[in-house]
């Protein structure tokens, strides 16, 4: 299997002196659907940051798909970003004035792709994620649920070899949680690789592999338990 | 990133929030307006005035008698309107005496010492050819009228004695007159504007005139009134040329032409400091849209934007803000300059210059106002801008 991050012996100190993770290491293969499971502060956000490159740690070495972050310009990893790497947030961050398919085509305009191209290539994702029926609707008149898979198509339209989500449950209601989580089981099924950050162990429960982490380290992780089996 | 998407980026916040956009390119509008309006005002006059000036031609000449060697005043010649005559290139002259000790008044109760600014001229009767004037009720001196008590009143003679209409009588020189016509204003000749015109035989011999003349008016083709010039006072009075003043009554409309009034450069400072104000007021917005839409940044640079394009956008919005603040006092200042041009009957021109200079500043403003904004916002590092939410 191809190794898609893998974080060694990592450190990440904030302004000020606060440590928000000390030492962790960690793989994620192509293919995987990770979960990253731990309580409020204890690093899972600054971890799932410096595996999207939108950081860089203060010890040890981050590398995405063999490049190693601390030896490439800003640019270069906006590159990353806009190529390899795709985003859910808790909050989905959808533009309020655009519509879904509006919203989905930005995730291609940092590589300067035609809007005409933009948008076809948007409405073709929005089919997959189920919102087919739901391209010229604005975000504020659809429901939570139907957002985050708004949210899901844009990390997805660049087509990105990882795709990191950070409690992209955590605002939605159970049901709403449910077909997101269903969403993102398929989304791996055809390939994708997943990492989806959440402090909700029932979440967790329902991912393949589990990662907790504590206090700015790793304390369980259940590919390393059933490593042997594979 | 393409630039017709950065168009349509940067102006996605300015979208969001629409009222805020307006209220903050209010004080680049009305910088805008006022420098368009001001700079398209005296545009107008300008062209008003050189309008005027071609209307009135600028080949008239005067010749009043000036100061002898020891201050006293002197007198033309009798003879001196008929010598003007016969100089090469001219083509009319007149002329009007003042009849001294003599005073027009409405009615013969009005002390004689009130003479209201009102001259009393004794005025040939083709005077009015050469001045280029018209009456506006009745007409002017005839050779009927000229040797009887009628009299032709100025304009600003006319509202001063309260005349409205031919056929009232005044009260001139201890005897009635009745008034046979009244003058439009002529701009080359205010003197004749104060003035009560009496005929010149009539003065001579009713009211003690003594038949010299105190202004010669005098047109000649344009190419000759240097020409003209030159020889007018050695003409008019062959003894004493000396005591001969000669003036060009357009002179002082042409002058005003260079003379920019200060009220210009007044308006114009308050334009430059509305647009000042209207500067802040949008760096001041753009500082609380960065604030406001860290989550957004933070998204942008996880969807891939590098630093320079977050600059670039917020650069862009503050520019699009401001130019359609410059776009709307545009608008507004062409509006007042076509209203004022039209009540003051001045011919209506569009101000380019201004318009172009009006938009140059606002985008500028809004560029220089962006600059701090869009730097706070490109430094802002993605961990940041996404914690903030």
């Not at chain 1, 969403?183 to 959440?198: A, F, M, P, S």
Request: proline fraction near 4%.
């Amino acid at each position: 299997m191809t190794e898609m991050i893998t974080a060694s012996q990592v450190g990440k100190v904030y302004r000020g002196g606060v440590p928000a993770l000390t030492d962790v290491s960690l793989t994620v293969r192509k293919g995987e659907l990770v979960a990253i499971v731990g309580p409020s502060g204890s690093g899972k956000s600054t971890l799932l940051h410096l595996m999207g490159t939108l950081d860089t740690p203060t010890s040890g070495t981050v590398r995405v798909l063999g490049l190693d972050l601390s030896e490439v310009s800003d640019g270069t990893l906006s590159a990353m970003r806009a190529h390899w790497i795709g985003f859910v947030f808790q909050q989905f961050f959808l533009g309020a004035t655009l519509s879904a398919v509006d919203n989905v085509a930005q995730g291609l305009v940092y590589q300067g792709v035609p809007r005409g191209r933009r948008r076809r290539r948007a409405a073709e994702v929005l089919d997959r994620v189920g919102l087919g029926h739901r391209l010229d609707h604005r975000p504020a008149r659809m429901s939570g649920g139907e957002r985050q898979r708004v949210a899901i198509a844009r990390a997805l339209v660049a087509d990105p070899a990882i795709v990191l989500a950070d409690e992209p449950t955590g605002n939605l209601d159970s049901a709403s949680g449910a077909v997101v989580l269903d969403l993102l089981h398929q989304l791996n099924r055809e390939g994708t690789t997943i990492v989806v950050i959440t402090h909700d162990t029932d979440v967790a429960d329902r991912l393949p592999r589990r990662v907790r982490i504590r206090d700015g380290a790793v304390v369980a992780d259940s590919a390393a338990v059933s490593g042997g089996a594979g | 990133m393409r630039v017709s998407d950065l168009g349509r980026e940067s102006t996605s916040g300015l979208r969001g929030r629409p009222a805020r956009a307006v209220l903050s390119l209010l004080g680049i509008a009305v910088g805008v307006t006022a420098m368009v309006a001001v700079l398209g005002i005296s545009a107008a006059s300008q062209a008003g005035l050189i309008a005027q000036i071609s209307s009135l031609g600028t080949n008239m000449l005067t010749v009043a008698p000036g100061r002898d060697l020891f201050g006293g005043q002197t007198e033309l010649p009798v003879e001196s309107v008929a010598m003007v005559s016969r100089i090469e290139g001219v083509r009319s002259v007149s002329a009007v005496g003042a009849v001294g000790g003599h005073s027009v008044r409405r009615t013969d109760k009005i002390d004689p010492d009130d003479t209201n600014g009102i001259a009393v001229l004794a005025a040939r009767l083709d005077l009015l050819d050469t001045l280029g004037g018209s009456v506006t009720a009745g007409s002017y001196l005839s050779p009927a009228t000229e040797r009887y008590p009628a009299v032709v009143l100025g304009a600003v003679a006319a509202s001063r004695l309260g005349v409205g209409s031919v056929g009232d009588q005044v009260y001139l020189g201890e005897r009635w007159f009745t008034v046979v016509g009244l003058l439009a204003p002529l701009p080359l000749a205010p003197e004749v504007d104060r003035a009560a015109l009496v005929g010149w035989p009539v003065a001579q011999t009713d009211l003690g005139f003594s038949g010299h003349p105190t202004t010669i008016y005098e047109r000649s083709a344009d190419e000759a009134v240097a020409g003209v010039r030159q020889v007018l006072a050695a003409t008019a009075n062959p003894e004493n040329p000396q005591n001969v003043a000669v003036s060009r009554p357009s002179d002082a409309l042409t002058a005003q032409l260079a003379t920019r009034s200060a009220f210009d450069q007044l308006f114009l400072g308050l334009g430059a400091v509305a647009l000042l104000v209207g500067g802040i007021g949008v760096a001041n917005t753009m500082i609380i849209s960065v604030l406001e839409r860290r989550g957004e940044i933070g998204m942008r640079r996880s969807l891939g934007a590098t630093r320079r394009h977050i600059r670039a956008q917020f650069l862009a919005e503050s520019a699009v803000l401001s130019a359609l603040g410059g776009v709307i006092g545009v608008v507004v200042g062409i509006a007042v300059c076509v209203g004022y041009s039209l009540a003051r009957g001045l011919p209506v021109t569009l101000p380019w210059t201004a318009v172009g200079a009006g938009l140059a500043a606002a985008v500028g403003t809004g560029i220089a106002a962006g600059l701090y904004p869009a730097g706070r916002a490109a430094r802002l590092s993605p961990t940041e801008a996404l914690a903030a939410v």
